[in-house]
């Protein structure tokens, strides 16, 4: 290791023990500090490009990534960069196209392009709001994405399936804190499946394993689950019957289905498939499920359910 990389370890890992001697004794402390460990390494492996990507993040502002569509246009980038290997040039001209009310789409140039996707992660653990935008990238402790996580109640010994993982951010997220459980991933997309194998590559001490599933089933074991996850993503479904029994049938008699899942009463997305929330209620008890708790995420909806019979 170069006196450099030396340094910069040294300042990282200094940066996670001031994180973790900030919650003291508190449930969280393990978590914080296996977050600070995987931003750690996530800093490491993207020192090189730190300062070009920490030029770009000071051209945005706060209220930027507040919005819904705005993470939706930087997540767009990412996937037709990292994904589908476009050009810079088509990724601008899909984004000005797409997201035409977005300030920052007129003054993005294709060398921010090149160094969004460049520090990808950083950039969806930034979105994911586990990170702040300013350097050095710190562990944001007040997140509402910690709201989520303990939402799900994930223990060490679980066996987790999240369908429809899109990027996979928040599965590598829930890895990181939780390693010691066993993780399924589920995605439609090839594509996006692989970016996620790319992802896990070097985790090999992680038992992670990542299912291309389709449009009626998720592909997952039977009677194999403590806990399914499915986040934004639920209303994309084509054929919610058929996927709502795959789940049931790879859920234990006593594994919880959990949704983050926008509503038209909460969400600003003009996504036409987005359902009101009595109808997501309605057609998940309608295939099995007991509605368990809800609780208001920003522009989402969290929902828990149990099987009603097996």
């Known amino acids: 290791m170069s006196n450099l990389s030396f340094i910069f370890v040294l300042i990282l890992n200094l940066s996670a023990c001031s994180v973790a001697s900030q919650e003291g004794n508190s449930p969280g402390k393990v978590h914080l500090q296996n977050l600070a460990q995987y931003r750690s390494e996530l800093l490491l492996s993207s020192q090189e490009e730190l300062k070009e990507f920490h030029k770009v ?9 507040e919005s819904e569509v705005f993470k939706e246009m930087l997540y767009k980038l990412i996937a037709d960069k990292k994904v589908y290997d476009y050009s810079n040039e088509i990724i601008l001209r899909f984004l000005k196209k797409d997201f035409p009310n977005i300030k920052f789409r007129e003054e993005l140039t294709l060398n921010d392009i090149e160094v969004i996707s460049e520090n990808s992660e950083i950039m969806e653990s930034i979105l994911d709001g586990v990170l702040k935008r300013k350097y050095p990238f710190s562990l944001d402790v007040n997140t509402s994405f910690f709201d989520e996580f303990y939402f799900y109640k994930i223990d060490s010994t679980d066996i987790v399936g999240e369908i429809g993982a899109g990027l996979g951010n928040f599965s ?4 990181a804190l939780e390693p010691q459980i066993e993780l399924f991933v589920n995605e439609i997309n090839k594509k996006n499946s692989q970016y996620i194998e790319e992802k896990f590559k070097n985790q090999t001490d992680k038992k992670v ?3 291309l599933g389709n449009k009626k089933s998720a592909n997952f074991p039977l009677n194999k689950f403590d806990k399914i996850i499915i986040r934004n993503s639920f209303h994309h479904f084509k054929y919610k019957k058929n996927m709502l029994h795959s789940i049931k049938e790879s859920l234990k008699a006593d594994g919880v289905l959990y949704l983050n899942e926008p509503t038209t009463e909460l969400s600003s997305d003009t996504c036409k498939n987005i359902l009101p929330e009595n109808e997501v209620i309605t057609k998940i008890i309608e295939n099995g499920f007991t509605l368990e708790e809800t609780k208001e995420f920003g522009e989402r909806l969290l929902l828990k359910f149990t099987i009603t019979n097996k």
């Open 57 to 65: 993040i000071d051209k945005l502002s706060l209220n930027d990534f």
């Open 172 to 175: 590598v997220l829930v890895s």
């Open 209 to 211: 394993k990542i299912i």
